[in-house]
């Protein structure tokens, strides 16, 4: 059964940084894209990053491009999103997801509820 969980949430000033982990069962993530989500509060969630699966294909919205990197940890099979130069606009509740069923490629256009999510983890940043 697949299933994902995040951590690495917490609370930081404006300009630090922190790093979410998200680790998969069920399956080898290694093969299989991972997409990076987080939704604000009274905004809709939305896809932030992803990794794909096999060559390792990055991808970044605008909002985190320069700022957030993703990564992956075959061993650990555990995806990474370390997030620097944090700013207060982006608190949210970060959450990972892959495509069911599983898929290579990156599509974070079209995740849905009937994918495979993580329970989230809450970001924060203030001073």
């Known amino acids: 059964q697949v299933h994902l969980v995040e951590s690495g949430g917490g609370l930081v000033q404006p300009g630090g940084s922190l790093r979410l982990s998200c680790t998969a069962s069920g399956f080898t993530l290694e093969s299989y894209a991972i997409g990076w989500f987080r939704q604000a509060p009274g905004k809709e969630r939305g896809g932030i990053s992803c990794i794909s699966g096999g060559n390792s294909g990055t991808y970044y919205a605008d909002s985190v491009k320069g700022r957030f990197t993703v990564s992956r940890d075959n061993a650990k099979n555990t995806v990474y999103l370390q997030m620097n130069s944090l700013k207060p606009e982006d608190t949210a509740v970060y959450y990972c997801?892959?495509?069911?069923?599983?898929?290579?490629?990156?599509?974070?256009?079209?995740?849905?509820?009937?994918?495979?999510w993580g329970q989230g983890t809450q970001v924060t940043v203030s001073s």
């Open positions: 997801a892959t495509r069911n069923p599983l898929e290579t490629d990156c599509s974070n256009d079209r995740y849905s509820t009937d994918d495979y």
